[in-house]
């Protein structure tokens, strides 16, 4: 992501394109939760329940802690990026209104 304004492109593609960024940032985050998530559960599920049928019950509540962590982590990060993407947009935005007004009242002298 670019702190500098492209003038090329409209503020609301730019600020989709931060948005956008920031999605695929969560994905990511949520597949590496997910992945940290198996295997302490599996970690815990070698400690507890040697035998086969704990196992099996380890794992699916493990598919189901992994699913709701994720799912929370994506909702949070994706809510917080959108913020921040918007927040961000509007403060350039009216920097650059700010930059051409002073540029026009030092033209009109």
């Known amino acids: 992501m670019g702190d500098d304004m492209d003038d090329e492109k409209p503020i609301t593609e730019q600020a989709m394109d931060t948005i ?12 590496t939760a997910v992945k940290q998530v198996k295997t302490a559960a599996k970690k815990v599920a070698k400690k507890v ?25 994506a909702k949070k990060s994706s809510k917080k990026a959108a913020k921040k993407a918007t927040k961000k947009s509007a403060k350039k935005a009216a920097k650059k209104a700010t930059k051409s007004k002073k540029k026009a009242k030092k033209a009109k002298r």
């Open 20 to 31: 956008t960024n920031a999605v695929e940032a969560t994905k990511d985050a949520a597949v």
């Open 49 to 73: 329940a040697p035998k086969k049928a704990a196992k099996k019950k380890a794992k699916k509540a493990a598919k189901k802690a992994a699913k709701k962590t994720t799912k929370k982590a």
